[in-house]
């Protein structure tokens, strides 16, 4: 059995040159023992083994990173188990990729405790300056005590992160020193007497300011924190009292004043303000404001603008989401084939579309020429944006007791989300001032399906979504005319 002894300082390419070595004198697993410069030999480790036919494969990238990692696990059968699974990947190649197989999982699992006390070690080493502060290069020091050995794969983030002063973290097994910008490892050291951190206390001041007693969960933070990392932690002696006084402070902070908006929330509500509505003017005099608009690039495009339409004093708002090319060259809301549609499915639904004020979320054609036609292009959020200010005009004029959304712009202008709206149709949400909202399709969906039994059965969904706005509309008008007359 040939017994190969990496050593403890740059293992992982030790371990895949031997492991290339083995392969070309066609070593089977069981042929070799692997260990390191203290492991001991086995009974039957000097006995001489004679190989097969040499090897010659490719091996995948996935397992070298694999490889790379998991030779810092402290599992004294790593290596081991690596070249046993690339023992394996000779004959399939493919197992670097199933899921199933249990040797692969078991590495992939060493490979994530690895990962894990890296992040570890990133996390919680705590510096303490032992040099000469007027020195031009700061000296720091410290303690640790990985679970595995990462010290030598994650040295290389302190280096680069701490470039500009010389330190060392010491461990039971290994020492990382950074001097003059270079990078070695000595043998490990018993827990150095580091001195007294001058800015501790300010850390610790600071450590309890953004510990957030209401959303305190002992298990998440233990978790991320380990038990066993507490001892060399010095933030760690403040988590009892701030865990035992966390339902205190808790109720303390239900029952204080809420704090008021920093000074840089001015900017924010101001641009929030630019979006909200600001008409004044009479209402007779909104279509022609509307015409006028230049809020953004669409209407230097568009034919014209398209305002709404209805009586003023209607129950019902019909939203849909933009002009079509009919509308952009009539200047009428609703006329296209999908307008058509729209009225067809109506008056079966028994809604009269003469007592709504029907108009759109966008109210400028966007359109790409294509030839003779005018493509229909979706508003991008920014237009929407821009349009939501004269919609919120025409709501405040009308103010209907029921606004009926049809698509995903007109979704996305009146409850800020487009999204899932197949999923969403025939629900109500609520705007901010309580006014209901009826979400459904929009008819030209209905005009693009082109399966004809799937047509029939979302118009048929559609009719539904109507006819249901039709009752709430009356539900809603009775409700208003009995608290009148209660008020009266």
């Known amino acids: 059995m040939r017994h190969i002894a990496l050593p403890d300082t740059g293992t992982a390419d030790a371990w895949r040159k031997a492991a290339r070595s083995c392969l070309r004198e066609g070593l089977r697993p069981a042929d070799i023992s692997w260990g390191t410069a203290q492991t001991e030999r086995g009974l039957f480790d000097d006995q001489q083994s004679e190989g097969g036919a040499p090897v010659k494969m490719t091996v995948p990238r996935s397992f070298i990173s694999l490889a790379e990692t998991v030779c810092w696990h402290s599992d004294a059968d790593r290596f ?11 004959d399939t190649p493919h197992l670097i990729a199933d899921r199933g197989d249990r040797e692969l ?13 890296q992040h570890k070690m990133k996390a919680f080493v705590r510096f303490r300056e032992i040099g000469d502060r007027d020195d031009a290069r700061r000296s720091f020091a410290a303690w640790f ?30 020492t990382a020193i950074f001097q003059d910008g270079s990078l070695s490892f000595a043998p490990g050291q018993p827990k150095p007497a580091l001195p007294e951190d001058a800015g501790e206390t300010l850390w610790l001041t600071y450590f309890r300011n953004i510990f957030n007693p209401a959303r305190l969960k002992v298990q998440a933070m233990t978790s991320e924190m380990p038990k066993k990392y507490w001892k060399n932690l010095p933030e760690a002696a403040t988590i009892p009292d701030l865990i035992a006084n966390a339902p205190a402070r808790a109720r303390a902070m239900a029952h204080a004043a809420p704090t008021l908006a920093p000074m840089r929330a001015g900017k924010a509500r101001q641009q929030l303000a630019a979006h909200m509505s600001a008409w004044d003017g009479p209402l ?15 209407h230097s495009t568009a034919t014209q603008a398209v305002p709404g339409i209805g009586p003023l004093d209607a129950a019902l708002m019909i939203v849909g989401e933009q002009p079509g090319d009919q509308e952009d060259l009539t200047g009428l809301a609703f006329v296209g084939p999908a307008g058509q549609l729209f009225d067809k499915v109506a ?61 995903a712009t007109a979704a996305e202008t009146l409850t800020g989300s487009g999204a899932n709206i197949l999923r969403r149709r025939g629900t109500v949400e609520q705007l901010a001032d309580g ?46 005319g009995s608290q009148d007359s209660a008020a009266g």
Not at 111 to 116: A, I, N, T
Not at 284 to 298: E, Y
Not at 457 to 476: H, N, T, Y
């Open 80 to 90: 081991a188990r690596l070249y046993q699974f690339l023992w394996r990947l000779k």
């Open 105 to 117: 999982a078991h590495l992939r699992g060493m490979e994530k405790s690895v990962h894990r006390c």
């Open 145 to 174: 005590e990985p679970t595995h050995h990462t010290v030598e794969p994650t040295a290389g983030f302190f280096a680069g992160r701490f470039a500009d002063m010389d330190w060392r973290i010491v461990t039971p097994e290994k």
């Open 284 to 298: 007779d005099a909104l279509p022609a404001a509307i015409h006028a608009c230049t809020r953004c690039p669409l």
């Open 347 to 407: 008056q079966s639904a028994g809604l009269d579309r003469s007592a709504a004020f029907v108009t759109n979320a966008v109210k400028h054609f966007k359109f790409t020429p294509r030839g003779k036609r005018r493509l229909h292009q979706r508003p991008n959020s920014g237009e929407i944006e821009h349009c939501r200010w004269w919609l919120d005009a025409e709501r405040n004029l009308v103010q209907p007791k029921l606004i009926l959304a049809l698509g």
């Open 435 to 480: 006014t209901p909202v009826l979400l459904s399709v929009h008819p030209s969906f209905l005009l693009r399906l082109p399966d004809p039994a799937e047509q029939e059965k979302q118009i048929a969904l559609f009719e539904a979504d109507l006819r249901r706005a039709v009752e709430m509309v009356v539900a809603l008008t009775a409700r208003s």
